[in-house]
């Protein structure tokens, strides 16, 4: 086993080297063909729908680092072993790091929105990685000529080639971190130094009554996506292509888009993959452009009936062209509470559509809107059999008291919020235990594409309550108490917490 140590750590040593010059080259390039990024995206992609369920439900917005951190592992863990079965094969190690380059290259190439050149940090870093390897298992192994199976080990060589190659790691990491920050330090500048027009037709101020937390602050908004590094877009050199089923097509610039009239929004946004009583909801003052007004200039053609949108990082969203037409405040967002947008959330421009989950109208770091028909195109999630259209469904949620909260008896104040944008919310119920439903007071909320905050003063007796809620929509309709998962198309139930009261 001891034996063993050296020859395996030489295989990681050279691994960290190969790595850290394969992410150092693409933080000069691209971000996103560096090796790690690039196969965990395509673990993302790959992994099936319940796995990713499962990841976002347990891991939240952790899935990510763990997920890098996985792969790491896994490759100092093979590497080790192709180290340790090197000593007495030496092709083992350059047929390790071609089949490892090779995964690297290939899950580059096949990115959406993948360059030619992508391939190269995972070729090169495969190269020097076997290559480190094969020299410091020269430095420190060499065949005894006195007995053919076994080999000499020189342990000193070994150690000094390998701090060599530790430092080296440690400067192409300590190098590309600087790179990246570097990069990501002029899109910031160049966020700091956009100045946002004032909207052409303003949201009125916040009616007098709403609760605070009624603004989601963009510091708490929740964050979805498949990006596993921030596509960072310098605005100078942004264009938005429309294209496809079209009059005429045209490219934008932010200079372009920010010429146009603006309108500005309080809009909920939430997700699809939102549990009942989940986090993954937020609402914000959206600055835009409207999207209806721009297609309708270009023409739309007769039959196209989907709107897809593109990401630089090669996500696609299908809207319906019906839903973005129907007079709904669809809009290409460049602005959310009074700044740029956030670069987690979208920067430089993002789609948002009221009315339907974030996977089926929110496209965020869009480059391109293409007009289509969904008979021709199925988007990213609705190819992993998520639905097509994406309408919200009614919702509503408990925030106080919090689940399993011991509480005093007397009269107790219950809170949270209710939502079903474009119908509105006409009513709140809540239930204690298997008392009759009671109304809830609604808050003033600005328009009916935003969540309503609700509350209720609970006169509560000792013991173990039950408490549950449920709102009724602008066309009526109750919400549903049938429980549903997110997949395919949206959580329902009624949410239900319990709490102790003394
Ligand atoms: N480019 C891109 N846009 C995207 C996604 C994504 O993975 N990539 N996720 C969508 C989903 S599922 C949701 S719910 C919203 C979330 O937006 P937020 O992160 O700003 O809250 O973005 C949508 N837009
Ligand atoms: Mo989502």
Not at 66 to 89: E, Q, W
Not at 96 to 115: D, I, K
Not at 232 to 246: F, K, Q
Not at 260 to 270: F, K
Request: charged fraction near 20%.
């Amino acid at each position: 086993m001891r034996r063993n140590a050296w020859p395996a750590l030489a295989g990681v040593l050279a691994t960290a080297f190969g790595v850290a010059l394969a992410e150092l080259l693409a933080a000069a390039t691209r971000p996103q063909a560096g090796p790690l990024v690039a196969v965990g995206g395509a673990v993302i992609d790959a992994a099936p729908t319940p796995v990713k369920e499962f990841a976002v439900r347990t891991l939240g917005t952790h899935d990510k680092p763990v997920l890098l951190a996985t792969i790491g592992l896994a490759l100092l863990l093979f590497t080790a072993l192709i180290g340790v079965l090197s000593v007495r094969r030496r092709w083992v190690a350059v047929a390790g790091a071609a089949l490892f380059g090779l995964a690297g290259a290939v899950a580059a190439a096949l990115r959406p929105a993948a360059a030619g050149y992508d391939v190269v940090p995972s070729i090169v870093g495969a190269a020097v990685a076997g290559g480190t390897l094969l020299f410091l298992l020269h430095r420190s192994f060499r065949p005894d000529p006195a007995e053919p199976v076994r080999t000499g080990f020189d342990r000193r060589a070994l150690l000094r080639a390998a701090a060599v190659v530790a430092g080296g790691s440690v400067v192409a990491g300590g190098t590309s971190e600087v790179v990246k920050r570097v990069r990501g330090g002029a899109v910031t500048r160049s966020r700091a130094a956009l100045r946002l027009p004032a909207p052409a037709d303003p949201a009125k101020p916040l009616p007098t009554g709403t609760a605070p937390g009624f603004v989601t602050a963009n510091a708490d908004f929740y964050r979805v996506d498949t990006a596993l590094t921030v596509p960072s877009i310098d605005v100078a050199s942004w264009r938005l292509r429309v294209h496809g089923m079209v009059g005429r097509e045209a490219e934008f610039s932010m200079d372009d888009l920010l010429a146009r009239p603006l309108i500005e929004r309080d809009v909920t946004l939430n997700c699809v993959s939102n549990e009942v009583g989940g986090r993954y909801i937020g609402t914000a003052r959206w600055l835009g452009v409207p999207l209806a007004p721009l297609l309708r200039e270009l023409g739309v053609e007769p039959g196209a009936d989907q709107v897809v949108a593109r990401s630089a990082d090669g996500m696609t969203i299908g809207t319906p062209v019906e839903t973005v037409l129907d007079g709904r405040d669809t809009m290409l967002c460049v602005g959310m509470n009074g700044e740029p947008l956030p670069l987690e959330h979208g920067f430089p421009v993002r789609m948002l559509t009221p009315g339907l989950y974030g996977y089926a109208g929110a496209c965020k770091w869009l480059t391109e809107i293409e007009l289509t028909t969904f008979a021709a195109f199925d988007a990213y999630w609705v190819r992993r059999k998520w639905g097509a259209r994406g309408p919200v469904k009614t919702a509503s949620r408990i925030d106080r008291p919090a689940p399993f909260a011991k509480l005093t008896a007397g009269t107790l104040t219950v809170a949270g919020v209710a939502w079903a944008q474009g119908r509105g919310i006409t009513s709140v119920e809540v239930r204690v235990d298997d008392r009759p439903w009671v109304k809830a007071d609604l808050l003033p909320a600005p328009s009916s594409d935003t969540w309503v905050q609700w509350r209720y003063d609970w006169p509560a007796t000792a013991g173990l309550h039950t408490l549950s809620v449920r709102a009724t929509d602008g066309t009526g309709a109750v919400q549903t108490e049938q429980r549903a998962t997110p997949f395919p198309d949206g959580a329902t139930g009624w949410h239900t917490i319990t709490a102790t009261v003394d």
